[in-house]
């Protein structure tokens, strides 16, 4: 293949590259990118060209990047970001605050002791010219995002201090292991998913591992089966189910989780960024001695 220089004529090939390589592939891309696969693929085989490497194997074996293509996708990720960041800072400069934040979040956030939806009314009155971008991801789907600055401001718990993240306290929150009531608990399976309270728990070996699911309500769905337990936050066991009454298995300790906004240390956060901390922060009920900056 030959060889080019990389111009801003490329610009858009290289942003559908990172988007299908952030999405998985082609099909999940389409949908985010509202282009049909082969246009996707066009763009993909134009920066191939430039780049002078293959990027990416897709069959029907699947999408797989390239050692080139993980290599170009982590550097493209960099330069499109502070592309972006250009027209934050000479608004910033003005006084104004345009752009996306792009915040992730784990399921359940909203609750009656924590007004999420209020802080982002107030967010939207006082930046009308940011958009706002939410979604709700696993616990490593976070972690990824931060890392790869596919979002820019996170809302989880805080398990244990990551010293490449900033951790902000917000607000408390308890989860238990649960069961149907009237079921024994004893030797019922730990119904799976990727949370370190899981991982905590199917460590002492007093349940063996179960069914793997995706979502609280995948698990309170399997927990009403009677045939498994499996860990929840308090708040929402409250909230469920029609098919039967939930309940906290009283031999296990409950785990408490510190719920925090989260930024990336080595990332300066923009000023819409900085606003959003700050209301967050504003709207805490912990003390910032909760967390270790």
Known sequence: MTKHF???????????FCAAAEAGGFSAAERTLALSKASISRHIRD?????????CERGPGGFRLTVSGIAALKQAQIALDALSRIKLEVDEVKGLLSG?????MTEH?????YDLPGILRQYAQLAPDVTTDVRVMTFAQINHALRERTIDIAIRGRYEQDHLFHFFPLFEERQRLFVLEGINPQGLPLIYRPHPFVYELLATG????????????????????????????ETYAAEVWDYGRLVPVQTQDCYVNIVS???EKNRPPSAAVELFLQLLQQHSCLTPSSSKR
């Open 6 to 16: 990389l111009t801003e004529r490329n610009l858009k090939s290289l942003r559908i």
């Open 47 to 55: 920066v191939e060209e430039v780049l002078g490497v293959k990027l």
């Open 100 to 104: 996306v934040i792009r915040i992730g």
């Open 109 to 113: 956030i909203i609750n009656k002791q």
């Open 206 to 233: 007093h349940h063996p591992k179960g069914p793997s699911a995706s979502g609280l309500e995948a698990v309170a769905c399997l927990i009403a089966s009677g045939c498994y337990v499996g860990i929840l936050p």
């Open 261 to 263: 906004a989260i930024i």
